[in-house]
């Protein structure tokens, strides 16, 4: 077996392990990536698509962000809709000026592998991790399945950002990290189809028939989504049906009929909310979704995730060049503050705006909280700020 010595072994490349490997390479650290997924599969899973305020200026100060500023769609505000009445929410008018961008995880996926690959830095596709090991140790090991034959890499530090079902969690003994969780009793259909955006800002629906979400990833391209039961399956939705359903949950007395195009993707993904804690077990840290899930209701997800790496790289550069340890030392607790508070607003959003199917008292404290939204400003400005900037407050 072909053994590699390298600084940091990362495992993933979605957004945390590529910007990491990117931001650590601005800093003369040396990186090894390794992805179990093909490069065509990485660069074209559609997933997340809300930028946060902070995170986006993060980006374009990583050098990282060109292509975001000029093609991403920047929204000073969200859309609500209750009982087929259209509420706007100024994100920017309460929350000191400030807008989201809409700017699709693959997208931005797409730049950081350029970037990398610009850079000459290894980064190895259809790489199946077989085994971590030696978390405790200063030599901690990654063994890799690829094309060439099996490889051990080894590193001083391994970097887990390979999602929930990933092999860097599942590799730390077992009670050595606590795993918190939640399901909530639906899921969300979702399509991304060939029909340009019938509006310039998301939609978020309650509607007695389920939720409903109305987003964009391009001037062409419309991202919507349907809450729906956890036992439905994508055999059950036909496109017609699917069409028809949003079409009613969407519509108002005044909004113009949702443009409708060819689907070229769908799914149904179950809510929940996991939290694994703490984000460390010797040498191995985790970040991303390895670390923690959101439902997406909040816009969450990728956010938290490169704020995860906004931490990381700092630290791993202190114990790497200055022998210092005292950020790695930190980084879970100070990591694990901001995921609790996002893990709130997210379950905020999310029991918010999907009606329970069998609890009537949770449905009416529900929609009286999104009523408040409405109703009150200062309610309205605690959302705006927590949707626009929550990773960065």
């Not at 093909?38 to 200026?57: K, M, P, T, W």
């Not at 931005?108 to 978390?135: Q, Y």
């Not at 993707?265 to 809510?271: D, F, L, S």
Request: proline residues 5%; negative net charge; aromatic residues 6%.
């Amino acid at each position: 077996m072909k053994s590699v010595r390298t600084q940091v072994v990362i495992i993933g490349a979605g957004p945390a392990g590529l910007l990491l490997g990117h931001l650590l390479g601005l800093n003369g650290v040396d990186t090894v990536i390794v992805e179990t997924r093909s490069l065509d599969y990485v660069q074209h899973r559609v997933r997340a698509g809300v930028i946060e305020y902070g995170i986006a200026n993060f980006l374009e100060e990583s050098g990282v962000g060109s292509r975001m500023r000029a093609e991403g769609l920047v929204h000073h505000g969200i859309e609500f809709r209750l009982d087929g009445v259209s509420h706007r929410i100024a994100l920017s008018e309460l929350y000191e000026g400030r807008a989201i961008t809409v700017y699709g995880q693959q997208e931005v996926v797409k730049d950081l592998i350029t970037a990398r690959v610009a850079n000459g830095a290894p980064l190895h596709f259809d790489a199946t991790v077989t085994s971590v090991s030696g978390h405790t140790t200063t030599t901690p090991s990654v063994v890799v399945t690829t094309s060439d034959g099996e490889i051990e890499i080894i590193g001083d530090y391994v970097i887990g950002c390979d999602g929930s079902h990933g092999v860097s969690s599942a590799s730390v003994p077992s009670g050595a990290l606590g795993r918190y969780d939640r399901v909530y009793p639906f899921s969300w259909l979702g399509i991304l189809a060939e029909a340009p955006p019938a509006t310039e800002e998301l939609i978020y629906c309650r509607h007695p028939q389920g939720f409903a979400l109305y987003s964009m990833r391009s001037p062409v391209l419309s991202r919507l989504y349907l809450g729906v039961s956890p036992e439905e399956t994508l055999e059950s939705w036909s496109d017609e049906r699917i069409w028809e359903e949003l079409t009613t949950r969407l519509a108002t007395d005044r909004a113009a009929s949702i443009a409708q195009g060819p689907i070229i993707e769908r799914g149904i993904t179950p809510m929940r909310s996991v939290v694994v804690a703490p984000m460390r077990y010797g040498r191995l840290f985790l970040a991303g979704d390895a670390a923690h899930i959101v439902p997406p209701t909040g816009a969450k997800g990728m956010n938290l995730a490169l704020a995860d790496v906004r931490l990381l790289a700092p630290a791993l550069v202190a114990s790497l060049h200055d022998h210092d340890e005292r950020l790695l030392d930190s980084y879970s607790d100070e990591s694990l503050r901001r995921v609790w508070r996002a893990e709130e607003f997210s379950t905020y959003m999310t029991q918010m705006l999907h009606p329970h199917p069998s609890d009537e008292f949770e449905n009416g404290v529900q929609s009286a909280r999104l009523r408040q939204v409405i109703d009150s400003e200062d309610t309205a400005r605690a959302l705006a700020r927590n949707y626009v900037n929550l990773s960065s407050l």
